[in-house]
């Protein structure tokens, strides 16, 4: 165990019929810190972080978030604790605005309109909606001058577009959008799978500096990748999975030489020959030492 | 319990299972279009009613023997079912998932119709010759009616699963029920598949009508959408897409029906079959037959409401429009003023399910349910002493609790399934109220109740009618347009987009699902209440599935969400056949057709989604 933690899961397993897609898996991340984690397509990545973040109910296992059992929490529980995660296709909102999109990601936030009173907070709720008084009309144009900042940090992709509904964007600004929403809920831990995938060269590489710009503020990042060239540029720590198991930890550079996981992007040697199986996947450096 | 053991529980099992061999005949044709097309087939219970008759005209007024009768029926129910898919389904070409569902309520009004206008509206007998003997056996007997819709179900059974297993067309509508892209990919012609699986299992409803002509020598042109529903609720038992499980389905829904009506009495028939229904979408929704926890499905999302901007209409029109409807009693045909302010019911009741269908995406097939709420607890609460303006009050508040309370079961359903459970629930609705006879009155409904009057005035003749209901429409159409702008709208059009995604984001779907049935309940509660104040009699089919699925087409046609488009399309579409006589007369095929054009020409509505 890491000390100072922040997120810390213990043996977690999700069983698909026969399958194990995820088998006995530990994982920790400290305050401030960037874990990546790689793996070949079915390796049971997003299998993990759907777990760990209350999408799916995993069969063994336990999560904590600074020291609180949130070990298949509802996935609206896992938001207003401050776990925020992006989805490996993009899930946006495509009749809302862009506005309105990230505006969701406020939702755990807004006080003044979602009343906490038992039995009459639902009335009392239409009716500050109805009325809309000063403190409601307040948060209301807080949020939205605060999205315009989130905004901004995406150049002049998304502000040009705020009142355009999210189906009329480009892939790549919808995934924008997707961060965008994420950040506006103040997580305490940002889950993002796969932030750069259906992205060209250009795309990727704004991305990735937006995602370096996140890590310099300071925030605990969990990261899906499999452009690995990326992922060794950003990270701190790296997990690498294969079938469903962590196959190596550690620093960039000790994941990156580490033959087990060579060998879990290239397929085994010994019978596909010398001819790597998904060479696109590997930075050059990781070609290099797969052949040397 | 001697009582009860001494009941021919011999002749219940029999019927049960005579009985459960029909809903399993509808049922396998409903879970092969699913498991193809993965719609359900809301006109199949249009297709039972068209076998039904063409079993008629073989059987009775052509003479023919009954095995002739049968194969025509077959044959003709087959060239409907054929028909149904080349000119309702294959157009869509899978514009949204609810698109093709709707479609086919607008082809069962359009046949349901058809068989009035040739047959007329009221049953008839269909005698046909059976031998006489009945086989004892025990205590209870098996005649050769019995023997005969039992044989036809196992031989219907065993020719299906024949051509599914042993055909190459057979095989091709396996794959196609697996994957349609990538039996495409392979070579399949999709839309021979479609329309052989349309066919067989029209062939196969057509037949279930004929059966239960036979079997109580009576056909009647208006059970279209009750057997249609039963079928569906053997397919839920069963599993959507299970064929043999839809057999299942069958039998043990027509067991259920036969134990269940030896025990409480028949008028609770129907209601063990909602119940049912409803329990088994709520604990097992992949049927009894499923096992295990299976892997989450990719989760359908925000595909309900067409992509579409909104067309926003200037102020200035929308005050003139206003101030023109208010004219409306001045240009002296009280005739017309009559038949706006019914439209302009509508138009309220429009608005409240706009909210639910539209801006949450909860495609509601049983909203007249909040309706009849509205207009009963409006007539008791009067009757009793209550002045009529706190009882319309009372009643939209109840409404809007007892109608959230009632549509939460559906809160957690997806898709399809919630357009299935709401339309239980409606039904649960009017068969409660059709048996809580101490209440409700029964069958018998509710007379005298009071006239309109709020402290003393008038608002029950024409002209002061039509005023009061303007202004309740225009008012809250203002509210909602403003909860539409609030935090509100964004979070109930989330939940719409992607139910997962906003719950990822900290959005209780359920409780913010709850919101807007609640205010919706109390527009429609109030909507119905003062319809029940305006006819003075009220039963518990005033409020039916006709009017469920009328008001679905007022908020299809005026855009799904789109405030002002409800009240122009209710206007339109309740108001324009009262208007023109001829239209009134072929009502429902007027409707069929409307909603048929709309979903394939103008899917977003008039006004566009919002």
Known sequence: MISGALLTARGITRRFGGITAVDGVDLSVREGEFLSVIGPNGAGKTTLFNLISGQDRMDAGRVTLDGRDITNLAPRRMAEIGVARTFQHGRVFGNLSVMDNVLIGCHTRLKAARPRMPVIAPVVEILRALIRPASVKAEEAAMRAEVREILATFGDRLTPRLDQPTYSLSYANRRRVEIARALALHPRILILDEPTAGMNESETAEMQGIIADLKAEGRTILLIEHKLDMVMRLSDRVMAMDNGKVISEGTPAMVRNDPKVIEAYLGHSTIGGDEPAEASLMPEAGLQTAEG | ?610
């Open chain 2, 1 to 610: 319990m001697d009582a009860i053991l001494a009941l021919p529980w011999f002749d219940f099992t029999v019927s049960g299972l005579v009985l459960g061999s029909i809903y399993a005949l509808m049922a396998v044709g409903l879970a092969l279009i699913f498991g193809v097309a993965n719609l359900i087939n809301f006109a199949h219970g249009a297709v039972f009613t068209v076998g039904a008759y063409i079993g008629w005209t073989c059987a009775v007024a052509l003479g023919l023997p009954l095995w002739a009768s049968v194969l025509l029926v077959a044959l003709g129910g087959a060239a409907v079912g054929a028909l149904i898919e080349v000119i309702a389904i294959r157009p869509l070409n899978r514009q949204s998932r609810i698109a093709p569902l709707l479609a086919t309520i607008g082809v069962g009004l359009i046949l349901d119709q058809t068989v009035h206008m040739i047959f007329g509206a009221n049953p008839r007998p269909l005698p046909v010759a059976m031998p006489a003997w009945r086989l004892t056996i025990g205590s209870g007997s098996v005649g050769p009616i019995d023997i005969t819709i039992f044989v036809t179900g196992v031989i219907a059974a065993a020719v299906l699963y024949g051509f599914l297993f042993h055909t190459k067309l057979g095989m091709a509508v396996r794959a196609t029920a697996q994957d349609d892209d990538a039996a495409k990919q392979m070579g399949v012609n999709i839309h021979a598949v479609n329309m052989a699986v349309f066919a067989i299992a029209s062939a196969l409803g057509a037949i279930a009508g004929l059966l239960v002509g036979i079997y109580y020598n009576a056909i009647d042109p208006n059970t279209s959408f009750q057997i249609m529903l039963k079928g569906m609720v053997a397919i839920v038992i069963g599993g959507m897409a299970n064929v043999p499980g839809a057999i299942g389905g069958g039998l043990i829904l027509g067991l259920i029906e036969s134990y269940g009506i030896a025990l409480f009495g028949a008028s609770y028939r129907n209601l063990f079959a909602f119940s049912v229904l409803l329990v088994m979408l709520l604990v097992k929704p992949n049927g009894i037959f499923a096992r295990g926890r299976e892997r989450q499905a990719e989760p359908m999302t925000g595909t309900f409401v067409t992509q579409s901007k909104p067309i926003r209409l200037p102020g200035w029109l929308l005050v003139l429009a206003v101030i023109v409807a208010a004219l409306v009693p001045f240009a002296g045909k009280p005739y017309v003023t009559q038949v706006m302010t019914n439209a302009l019911l509508y138009a309220l009741a429009g608005i409240s399910l706009t909210l639910i269908a539209g801006t949450v995406g909860l495609i509601s097939i049983g909203h007249a349910a909040l309706l009849a709420i509205g207009a009963y607890a409006s007539a008791l609460l009067t009757i009793a002493g209550l002045p009529v303006a706190i009882g319309l009050v009372v009643a939209a508040a109840v409404t809007a609790l007892v109608g959230t309370a009632l549509a939460y079961p559906a809160f957690r359903l997806r898709g399809h399934y919630v357009a299935i459970g709401t339309l239980a629930i409606g039904e649960i609705v009017a068969l409660v109220i059709l048996n809580w006879t101490s209440v409700t009155n029964g069958s018998l409904g509710v007379y005298g109740i009071p006239p309109l009057e709020i402290f003393g005035i008038d608002f029950f003749s024409t002209t002061p009618a039509y005023w009061l209901v303007l202004g309740l429409v225009v008012v809250f159409a203002l509210l909602q347009t403003r909860l539409l702008s609030s935090h509100l709208g964004r979070t109930w059009r989330a939940i719409r987009e992607d139910t997962v995604a906003a719950e990822t984001y900290g959005v209780s779907s359920n409780y913010y699902k709850g919101l807007a049935f609640g205010f919706a309940g109390f527009t429609a509660g109030l909507a119905g209440a003062i319809t029940a104040h305006q006819f003075s009699y009220i039963n518990f089919d005033t409020f039916n599935l006709l009017t469920s699925v009328l008001l679905l087409t007022i908020v299809i046609l005026g855009g799904l969400g789109n405030v002002a488009g409800a009240i122009l399309a209710a206007i339109l579409v309740a108001g324009l056949p009262e208007v023109f006589r001829a239209l009134a007369e072929y009502r429902m095929l007027f409707y069929g057709v409307a909603l048929l054009l709309l979903i394939r020409f103008r899917p977003q509505g008039l006004l566009g989604s919002g």
